[in-house]
């Protein structure tokens, strides 16, 4: 059974950074195409960055240059580094993995992506 599960979530100010976790389990981690999601009450679920097998990431424009996604195959994590928080940063924060194929889908459409964490919270506060 495939279990993510997030960490790190959490409360700081405009400009601050955070960095998320996102431990798996049930998987061979190295053979997934990962990804992170971020969701606001009463709006849909967009895409944040995702990272190949082989390491290659991708940012949507909102976070490009602030924000880092990396994973440890060794040890089966993935991480989100967040610098220069906005507020419109905040909201729920989800890790994903894509089961069925090894490569990264082109776009975001949740649908691609088969497992999900249960999501971390995060608030930046102006």
């Known amino acids: 059974q495939v279990q993510l599960v997030e960490s790190g979530g959490g409360s700081v100010q405009a400009g601050g950074s955070l960095k998320l976790s996102c431990g798996a389990s049930g998987i061979t981690f190295s053979d997934h195409c990962l990804s992170w999601f971020r969701q606001v009450p009463g709006k849909e679920r967009e895409g944040v960055a995702k990272?190949?097998?082989?390491?290659?990431?991708y940012y949507v424009d909102s976070v490009k240059g602030r924000f880092t996604i990396s994973r440890d195959n060794a040890k089966n994590t993935l991480d989100l580094q967040m610098d220069s928080l906005t507020p419109d940063d905040t909201g729920t924060y989800y890790c994903?993995?894509?089961?069925?194929?090894?490569?990264?889908?082109?776009?975001?459409?949740?649908?691609?992506?088969?497992?999900w964490g249960q999501g971390t919270q995060v608030t930046v506060s102006s």
């Open positions: 994903a993995a894509r089961l069925d194929s090894k490569f990264c889908p082109s776009g975001w459409t949740l649908d691609l992506w088969d497992a």
């Open positions: 990272i190949s097998r082989s390491g290659v990431d």
